[in-house]
């Protein structure tokens, strides 16, 4: 169908040039390059004629010209999904985390609730700088951008640390300082 539509676009370009060419100019015009002088090549009533099939083939090249645009649009991207610095993972104490998505400009918005962030939400809010983040806490981030596909929805889920696992020893029998028997002689 594209295609279609593409070559009936090209043969509507070409008629209105060549009907545009054609028509009556109030001076000899381009008609007197090929020796037509001052005189119409299809007769007195051409003019209106000529006219009419002009105002139809303008109508239709800017017909096609708005469908071409729209149905030749390029796909819009989408913004990529939003990236936290520091990068999830288990944490002690407070933390301070930013996040960002391509294209710049584009504007993010998250939840620290559990639920998915949606634009015009009651939990979702407009991040700005930084977002304070507790242990056990998960950020949910979307990117949004003019013009754009809405990202993935980013997640980061910050833990809390818990104290590494000291190695112990394995259990043996402590050994008896006593002094061991003495065989029998």
């Given at each position: 169908m594209d295609t279609f539509l593409a070559t009936v676009f090209l043969i509507i370009c070409i008629l209105l040039i060549l009907v545009v060419l054609l028509q009556k100019g109030r001076g000899v015009g381009l008609g007197g390059a090929f020796?037509?002088?001052?005189h119409s090549a299809f007769g007195t009533r051409t003019g209106d004629v000529f006219t009419w099939v002009t105002i139809v083939v303008v109508t239709l090249f800017l017909l096609l010209s708005v469908v071409l645009t729209l149905n030749f649009r390029p796909p819009t991207e989408r913004?990529?999904?939003?990236m936290f610095d520091p990068p999830p993972g288990p944490i002690a104490?407070?933390?301070?985390?930013?996040?960002?998505?391509?294209?710049?400009?584009?504007?993010?918005?998250?939840?620290?609730?559990?639920?998915?962030?949606?634009?015009g939400s009651q939990t979702t809010l407009e991040y700005d700088v930084r977002v304070r983040v507790t242990p056990?806490?998960?950020?949910?981030?979307?990117?949004?951008?003019r013009g754009w596909k809405p990202s993935q929805v980013g997640v980061a889920a910050?833990?809390?640390?818990?104290a590494p696992a000291t190695a112990s020893a394995p259990a043996t029998v402590p050994a008896s300082t006593a002094p061991a028997s003495a065989p029998a002689r």
């Open positions: 020796g037509g002088g001052g913004v990529e999904t939003p104490e407070p933390q301070l985390v930013r996040m960002a998505c391509r294209p710049r400009g584009a504007k993010i918005f998250y939840t620290v609730d559990g639920s998915t962030p949606a634009r056990g806490m998960t950020i949910k981030a979307i990117g949004h951008h910050y833990p809390l640390q818990t």
